[in-house]
């Protein structure tokens, strides 16, 4: 074997020795330049300087002779726009998927930043949801440097090792994070909350804590625990349309004979949450409906601001497409027919973007006015505005989870009541009964007065009839008894009800 340090032959004791040791000194040499390199690059980014590619709407400053830039926000007011669109959208619609459905339905486009090796441009794309996704997960728009989000994981595969990159890491396990190094969009303390609400509407994933709501009868889906085993409790809806829908714990369903552990029906629940969260915000009713008129006279502005700058960037598209026609020789053909065709695509996109903004304004000129006389009168009647056939039932959970944290449900077996924790958003905690109905019996508020049934009945049936409906229905004598004919006919009587 020969190298630039001689010759070796490797049936010699010596010369295979000072191979080995060669080899191991340089495979030793390789490790260690990697670790400094390493070390090194860590050591840049614990400082903020190490350059990395930035998500759309953030840039890096240039600054100084050694250009060690910061980040900043994007000078394109068009990119800025439609990032500060989707954390508002978010928060108002607090589900990823619902603002995904809500680009898509105004037809608005995104920023993607498009990677070409070195050079890096911003291209606008139809939404995609792990796009909106991403946005919201990034720390960087919060105003925080971070590094190291990912890393690999090693897997031994048919007795080899496999690595794998890309894995998310727990933001404890980050490489770097520096909050407060740059101008963000929203606060830490918001992007908190925004992780918080993502990690919520994941239902496979961390069962312990409290899930959002998915429309469904129930009002408190994902926020019951119980109070026995400290789960949470699922709800249960009948098979026949209408049925009424129950929290029920299963306790430690993981092993078979462990047996459920308490469980309540769920209208009696749903109807004292009711009362107790129109109760809380009934003070604060007429300021929230004043909110919701000026927010739903705003519902337009953000599409029509969205169009209205892509009109403008596509106008720009087209002057510079007419300046490059212009400027190419007409006698090169070859040059001026694709640029020509270039300036025609731009003038129809400009020609579409415009038809589409007077589509806009028509629709903002035709919505009807916002009443704020009705709205402050139906503010001072919340039960109405609760209980109106169009609300739907993800609107009333949402306000639900507005208010509430969670609620504790336990059974006082003595009482035959729920116990109901109220853990409201604010601190405070209240404590609700609500009287169970034992199997087989009516409940006391659902038991009919004999008057009332007799006003109803008397004359369309016998009074044999009459007594064999009222004794069907629970409906007790003054005294007691049960009725019979001759009671009927004597209730009837007293009443001036005729005879059938």
Same mark, same amino acid.
């Given at each position: 074997?020969?190298?630039?340090?001689?010759? /070796?032959?490797?049936?010699?004791?010596?010369?295979?020795?000072?191979?080995?040791?060669?080899?191991?000194?340089?495979? /030793?040499?390789?490790?260690?330049?990697?670790?400094?390199?390493?070390?090194?690059?860590?050591?840049?980014?614990?400082?903020?300087?190490?350059?990395?590619?930035?998500?759309?709407?953030?840039?890096?400053?240039?600054?100084?002779?050694?250009?060690?830039?910061?980040?900043?926000?994007?000078?394109?007011?068009?990119?800025?726009?439609?990032?500060?669109?989707?954390?508002?959208?978010?928060?108002?619609?607090?589900?990823?998927?619902?603002?995904?459905?809500?680009?898509?339905?105004?037809?608005?486009?995104?920023?993607?930043?498009?990677?070409?090796?070195?050079?890096?441009?911003?291209?606008?794309?139809?939404?995609? /949801?792990?796009?909106?996704?991403?946005?919201?997960?990034?720390?960087?728009?919060?105003?925080?440097?971070?590094?190291?989000?990912?890393?690999?994981?090693?897997?031994?595969?048919?007795?080899?090792?496999?690595?794998?990159?890309?894995?998310?890491?727990?933001?404890?396990?980050?490489?770097?994070?520096?909050?407060?190094?740059?101008?963000?969009?929203?606060?830490?303390?918001?992007?908190?909350?925004?992780?918080?609400?993502?990690?919520?509407?994941?239902?496979?994933?961390?069962?312990?804590?409290?899930?959002?709501?998915?429309?469904?009868?129930?009002?408190?889906?994902?926020?019951?625990?119980?109070?026995?085993?400290?789960?949470?409790?699922?709800?249960?809806?009948?098979?026949?349309?209408?049925?009424?829908?129950?929290?029920?714990?299963?306790?430690?369903?993981?092993?078979?004979?462990?047996?459920?552990?308490?469980?309540?029906?769920?209208?009696?629940?749903?109807?004292?949450?009711?009362?107790?969260?129109?109760?809380?915000?009934?003070?604060?009713?007429?300021?929230?409906?004043?909110?919701?008129?000026?927010?739903?006279?705003?519902?337009?502005?953000?599409?029509?601001?969205?169009?209205?700058?892509?009109?403008? &960037?596509?106008?720009?598209?087209?002057?510079?497409?007419?300046?490059?026609?212009?400027?190419?020789?007409?006698?090169?053909?070859?040059?001026?027919?694709?640029?020509?065709?270039?300036?025609?695509?731009?003038?129809?996109?400009?020609?579409?973007?415009?038809?589409?903004?007077?589509?806009?304004?028509?629709?903002?000129?035709?919505?009807?006015?916002?009443?704020?006389?009705?709205?402050?009168?139906?503010?001072?009647?919340?039960?109405?505005?609760?209980?109106?056939?169009?609300?739907?039932?993800?609107?009333?959970?949402?306000?639900?989870?507005?208010?509430?944290?969670?609620?504790?449900?336990?059974?006082?077996?003595?009482?035959?009541?729920?116990?109901?924790?109220?853990?409201?958003?604010?601190?405070?905690?209240?404590?609700?009964?609500?009287?169970?109905?034992?199997?087989?019996?009516?409940?006391?508020?659902?038991?009919?007065?004999?008057? &009332?049934?007799?006003?109803?009945?008397?004359?369309?049936?016998?009074?044999?009839?009459?007594?064999?409906?009222?004794?069907?229905?629970?409906?007790?004598?003054?005294?007691?008894?049960?009725?019979?004919?001759?009671?009927?006919?004597?209730?009837?009587?007293?009443?001036?009800?005729?005879?059938?």
């Amino acid at each position: 074997m020969v190298d630039g340090d001689g010759t /070796y032959d490797p049936r010699l004791v010596n010369d295979r020795l000072l191979l080995g040791l060669k080899g191991t000194m340089s495979e /030793y040499e390789l490790s260690l330049l990697r670790q400094r390199g390493l070390a090194a690059r860590d050591s840049k980014a614990k400082r903020g300087e190490l350059r990395f590619t930035l998500p759309p709407g953030l840039c890096w400053s240039e600054t100084g002779a050694l250009k060690t830039g910061r980040i900043e926000l994007d000078p394109d007011e068009r990119v800025v726009a439609a990032i500060r669109l989707l954390f508002a959208k978010f928060r108002e619609l607090g589900s990823v998927r619902q603002v995904f459905l809500w680009l898509r339905t105004a037809d608005l486009k995104l920023p993607v930043v498009a990677r070409n090796l070195s050079i890096c441009r911003i291209i606008w794309k139809a939404p995609a /949801y792990h796009s909106v996704l991403q946005v919201l997960q990034n720390p960087l728009y919060a105003g925080a440097y971070a590094f190291g989000r990912r890393g690999q994981r090693t897997a031994v595969k048919d007795g080899r090792a496999r690595k794998s990159s890309g894995h998310s890491k727990p933001m404890t396990e980050w490489v770097v994070l520096l909050r407060g190094n740059h101008a963000g969009y929203i606060s830490w303390e918001e992007f908190e909350e925004n992780l918080r609400m993502i990690g919520e509407n994941t239902h496979m994933q961390k069962r312990a804590l409290r899930k959002s709501a998915r429309g469904g009868r129930a009002l408190l889906t994902g926020l019951v625990r119980c109070g026995r085993c400290g789960r949470v409790m699922r709800v249960f809806y009948g098979t026949r349309a209408g049925h009424a829908h129950r929290y029920q714990c299963r306790g430690d369903d993981a092993h078979v004979g462990a047996g459920l552990c308490i469980g309540i029906g769920g209208v009696r629940v749903d109807r004292a949450m009711a009362t107790r969260i129109i109760e809380a915000v009934s003070d604060r009713a007429v300021d929230a409906a004043i909110l919701a008129a000026e927010q739903t006279a705003r519902a337009g502005d953000d599409v029509r601001r969205s169009v209205d700058q892509e009109l403008e &960037e596509a106008r720009y598209d087209a002057s510079l497409a007419s300046r490059r026609y212009e400027a190419v020789d007409p006698g090169k053909r070859l040059v001026a027919r694709e640029l020509e065709a270039g300036w025609n695509a731009a003038l129809e996109r400009v020609s579409q973007l415009e038809d589409r903004l007077k589509h806009l304004a028509i629709a903002a000129t035709a919505r009807p006015a916002i009443n704020r006389d009705a709205l402050l009168q139906l503010a001072h009647d919340l039960p109405t505005a609760w209980n109106a056939p169009n609300t739907d039932a993800r609107t009333r959970q949402r306000v639900t989870r507005l208010l509430i944290a969670e609620v504790i449900i336990n059974l006082d077996d003595a009482a035959n009541e729920a116990v109901l924790t109220i853990h409201w958003i604010g601190g405070r905690h209240t404590e609700v009964r609500v009287g169970r109905v034992s199997c087989g019996r009516y409940p006391a508020d659902r038991a009919p007065d004999a008057a &009332e049934v007799m006003r109803k009945l008397g004359g369309h049936w016998p009074d044999r009839e009459l007594a064999v409906t009222m004794n069907r229905m629970r409906c007790k004598a003054p005294n007691g008894e049960t009725w019979t004919s001759v009671r009927a006919r004597e209730l009837r009587e007293r009443l001036g009800i005729k005879a059938y």
